[in-house]
T-cell receptor, first 111, second 115 residues
Framework: DAKTTQPNSMESNEEEPVHLPCNHSTISGTDYIHWYRQLPSQGPEYVIHGLTSNVNNRMASLAIAEDRKSSTLILHRATLRDAAVYYCILRDWSGYSTLTFGKGTMLLVSP | DAGVTQSPTHLIKTRGQQVTLRCSPKSGHDTVSWYQQALGQGPQFIFQYYEEEERQRGNFPDRFSGHQFPNYSSELNVNALLLGDSALYLC??????????????FGPGTRLLVL
């Protein structure tokens, strides 16, 4: 699996939007971009994934650069419950691949 | 739906001992993956079981072994424990469907401390 690069940590205020960046310059044409997050004392949980087009779901939005070498996870209104480590992960097209986690970005949310 | 469950939640062992961790997948799932998460690090893939066979394996020694039962539940066994095996062990379940980006659902993990 191709590697991703994320900032170690980011800070946000409650109810403000948060943009979490991820660089994946060696992504292949068939790699999907997945985001998981891990809340304190819990296992990781799925957030969103996409291939080329921007994606929205009830948790977040995923903006993918036109060249696919970077992506941004957008939390539209951060809450204290969004404080977690966010992982950007690439998975091949088959879906059989397991998840290769990096260190992720620790998001701190202040009231 | 109970989601993915793991037992025990915490465990303390001494070097050289053996340990067995257990995982029950989310209802309807047939694939179980195990991950090791050291403090301050992201989870690292150990192996994946499907149809009672090990399908993929990460870079872990043979001291780490597993099993999947006909009801899809799984065990992770670690022999000859080392201090470095102290970590959070996570189980994730999913549905094996070719060509689909299936979500992996994680349990809360088992915290293993080796003294």
């Amino acid at each position: 699996d191709a590697k991703t690069t994320q900032p170690n940590s980011m800070e946000s205020n409650e109810e403000e939007p948060v943009h979490l960046p991820c660089n994946h310059s060696t992504i292949s044409g068939t790699d999907y971009i997945h985001w998981y997050r891990q809340l304190p004392s819990q296992g990781p949980e799925y957030v969103i994934h996409g291939l080329t087009s921007n994606v929205n779901n009830r948790m977040a939005s995923l903006a993918i650069a036109e060249d696919r070498k970077s992506s941004t996870l957008i939390l539209h209104r951060a809450t204290l419950r969004d404080a977690a480590v966010y992982y950007c992960i690439l998975r091949d097209w088959s879906g059989y691949s397991t998840l290769t986690f990096g260190k992720g970005t620790m998001l701190l949310v202040s009231p | 739906d109970a989601g993915v469950t793991q037992s025990p939640t915490h465990l303390i062992k001494t070097r050289g001992q053996q340990v067995t961790l257990r995982c029950s997948p989310k209802s309807g799932h047939d694939t179980v993956s195990w991950y090791q998460q050291a403090l301050g690090q992201g989870p690292q893939f150990i192996f994946q079981y499907y149809e009672e066979e090990e399908r993929q394996r990460g870079n872990f020694p043979d001291r780490f072994s597993g099993h999947q039962f006909p009801n899809y539940s799984s065990e992770l066994n670690v022999n000859a424990l080392l201090l470095g095996d102290s970590a959070l062990y996570l189980c994730a379940s999913s549905l094996m469907r070719q060509g689909y980006q299936e979500t992996q659902y994680f349990g809360p993990g088992t915290r293993l401390l080796v003294l």
